[in-house]
Nanobody, 119 residues
Framework: QVQLVESGGGLVQPGGFLRLSCTAS????????MSWYRQAPGKERELVAS????????NYADPVKGRFTISRDNAQNTVYLQMNSLKPEDTAVYYC????????????WGKGTLVTVSS
């Protein structure tokens, strides 16, 4: 059974930091590209960051460049999103996604974790 379970969300003040985790099971994690998406109420879901299966290539959306870092530990079947210098605009539900590079139709989503940035 495929599972992606996010954790680490919560309430943080502007300028603060959080680290999100997504632990996978039920598929060959090390073969998949992993991504973080986010969705705020009333807005479309947007890509935040992605990382290649071996971790050598990383991409970030412009609003988070220089503040967020995506990483992965294939031995632990886990992908992380370190979020620093958080802004209220970062408030959203954050989702992790796994995609097979050889078959983009084969993908899995987690249920999400809520990040709220507010004083």
């Amino acid at each position: 059974q495929v599972q992606l379970v996010e954790s680490g969300g919560g309430l943080v003040q502007p300028g603060g930091f959080l680290r999100l985790s997504c632990t996978a099971s039920g598929f060959t994690f090390s073969s998949y590209t992993m991504s973080w998406y986010r969705q705020a109420p009333g807005k479309e879901r947007e890509l935040v960051a992605s990382i290649s299966n071996g971790g050598s290539r990383r991409n970030y959306a412009d609003p988070v460049k220089g503040r967020f870092t995506i990483s992965r530990d294939n031995a632990q079947n886990t992908v992380y999103l370190q979020m620093n210098s958080l802004k209220p605009e970062d408030t959203a539900v954050y989702y992790c996604k796994a995609v097979a590079p050889t078959n983009y139709d084969r993908n899995y989503w987690g249920k999400g974790t809520l990040v709220t940035v507010s004083s």
